[in-house]
Nanobody, 126 residues
Framework: QVELVESGGGAVQTGDSLKLSCTAS????????MGWFRRAPGKEREFVSV????????LYGDSVKGRFAISRDYSKNTVYLEMRRLKPEDTAVYYC???????????????????WGQGTQVTVSS
């Protein structure tokens, strides 16, 4: 069983930066893909980014590409999301999640992830 805890959210202004952290524990945490999703008010969960178990493959959603960066620290079982040039449209609850690799997996859909953190709020004001 994998447990995830996010941190680092907050209230910022347009153009500011934030760095989110997600620490994982439990069996399999180090061999799962780790991803970030977000849910804005009144909207569905949106794919943000994923880094695979080895750290050699990274994907970003179109809305954050070029502004956000994902990384992973295996010694701490932690994944990070560095967010730059934040916009009001980035306002959302950000969730980290883990996915066990499987045949045909794309890892950009929420249903592919079995374990989720509680989320951390990011609010970007104009």
């Amino acid at each position: 069983q994998v447990e995830l805890v996010e941190s680092g959210g907050g209230a910022v202004q347009t153009g500011d930066s934030l760095k989110l952290s997600c620490t994982a524990s439990g069996r399999g945490a180090s061999t799962n893909h780790m991803g970030w999703f977000r849910r804005a008010p009144g909207k569905e969960r949106e794919f943000v980014s994923v880094i695979n178990w080895n750290g050699d493959t990274i994907l970003y959603g179109d809305s954050v590409k070029g502004r956000f960066a994902i990384s992973r620290d295996y010694s701490k079982n932690t994944v990070y999301l560095e967010m730059r040039r934040l916009k009001p449209e980035d306002t959302a609850v950000y969730y980290c999640a883990t996915a066990t690799p499987y045949f045909g997996g794309k890892y950009i859909y929420p249903h592919e992830y079995a374990h989720w953190g509680q989320g951390t709020q990011v609010t970007v004001s104009s």
